[in-house]
């Protein structure tokens, strides 16, 4: 953590829309190999925030940076996973992974390598000629992950990606994610509304205020890496689940009041 | 018995008992004297009609003027579509109106294409064109505007052009609902041809159905509306099976 220049840094971003202030001066920086979990109240503006570092929507004011280059529309060096279905269900799970290369014309051969690397990492061995129908909720996760790491993106923005996700599958697909994160050394952004998600994950926290989203604190998670899910179990986890949720309360109840009053999205 | 074969025999046994409801009217004489020919008669009339080979340039005129105007339909219905679909501002403004036309009668047309096209297929054709256009034209709008924003959204970040993200992820999010609506257009187009052909005309299926109906030739009309249904069964059946192949890949 905190080697060299960030990979990302976000410098006071601030966003409305139809009138209404989803996020605040927000400012942060992501440095290499590290992995930052956004948490805060629906309607916080995380996911926003998300899709302003990717460049799909544009910001009101601030500037972002990914490798010391602004970021003005959508770009290779970030990768981004949804949370909603999101892989294509005309593609098997090799073609889905290898639709970004395909966009950026790289050759057949090279597509074919590169998607197979991913199948191998991402556990989808045996899998690569299935149709989305025939793949779980989680596997169709992996797909995703695997679809956006093929690029080899130097930031990785995930989006609630478990969220739809039973428990049990959301915790071993949460051990998944930190092996790979530590066999390639990605950087990771991760949004969530999830606190064990969040701890189990994350090398910090970012909490986030109710609307207009603001950056309550950052909460340092100072477990063992590498990291596996029966650190669930630890006493620490449980005094760093504590303390975010002392965090969150306040604002998950101001978020209660506001729903209703601000635009639908999320 | 097997699940799918179940159905298949009460279809049997009800097309049966129709004909042999059919057969007891027909022959008793008691009701409809005359116009309720054998059944036997009737396919007597069916094979006299296909073994000599006089209704295959009839099936052949129906076929093409429905064809072309199926054709006609379809690029006119995906394209009108696909541009009100992607618009939501020109969808509000024409959606109504396509709705509107679509609930009407479109033999009501009729005499403005014969007047303009004359009595010849042109006419039939533009009558198969219209009533095939609105199941297609509607479905393709509902089916571009349906377009998952989430896969735009993954083909935006991977930096796919606007020309990719239409061919890569529209087209294939659509095939499946602009198919089906070709379905129905299919049907439509042959009911719009045959109607056309019904009413005023020189060829065609419904032409020697009218003609048979005039010259109260009872058996050989009965017998060309029966061939008349096994083609737009045929056509069903076909749409059906390539939309069930479609469907086995995607969804």
Known sequence: ??????????????????????????SLEVYSHEFVSIIGPSGCGKSTLLEIIAGLIPKTSGDVFVKGQAVKNTHPSTGIVFQQESIFPWRTALENIAFGLEMQGVSREERQKRSREMIELTGLHGFENRYPVELSGGMKQR?????????????????????????????????????????????????THNINEAVQLSDRVVVMTAGPGKIKAILEINLERP????????EEFGRYVGQLWMLLREESLKGFKQAGQRPPHD | MNSLLKPLM????????????WEIVGESKLLFAGIVPSVFEILRAAWLQLSTGSIFPHLLVTVYEASVGLALAAFSGVVLGIVLGANPFWRKIF?????????????????IFLIILGVKFESKIAMAAVSGFFPIALNTIVAAANVNRVFIKVAQSVGASNFQTFTRVYVPSMLLPIFAGMRLGAGASLVGAILGELKVSNAGLGFIIIEAFNHFRVAEMYASIL??????????????LILVRMRGFAH
């Open chain 2, 227 to 240: 061939l008349t249904f096994f083609l737009a069964a045929m056509v069903n059946v076909v749409m059906t």
């Open chain 2, 95 to 111: 959606e109504p109106l396509i709705l509107y036309f679509a609930a009407t009668p479109k033999i009501i047309l009729y005499p």
């Open chain 2, 10 to 21: 009460v279809q049997i046994g009800t097309v049966l008992g129709f004909l042999i409801i």
């Open chain 1, 227 to 234: 990291r596996t899910s029966e650190i669930i179990a630890s």
């Open chain 1, 1 to 26: 953590m905190g080697n060299g220049a960030p990979i990302l840094e976000i410098r006071s971003i601030s966003k409305e829309y139809l009138g209404f202030r989803a996020i605040e001066n927000v």
């Open chain 1, 143 to 191: 797909v995703a992950i695997a679809r956006a790491l093929v690029m080899e993106p130097e930031m990785l923005l995930m989006d609630e990606p478990f969220g739809s996700l039973d428990e049990q599958t959301r915790i071993i697909l949460g051990e998944e994610l930190l092996r790979i994160q530590q066999e390639i050394g990605q950087t990771i952004l991760f949004v």
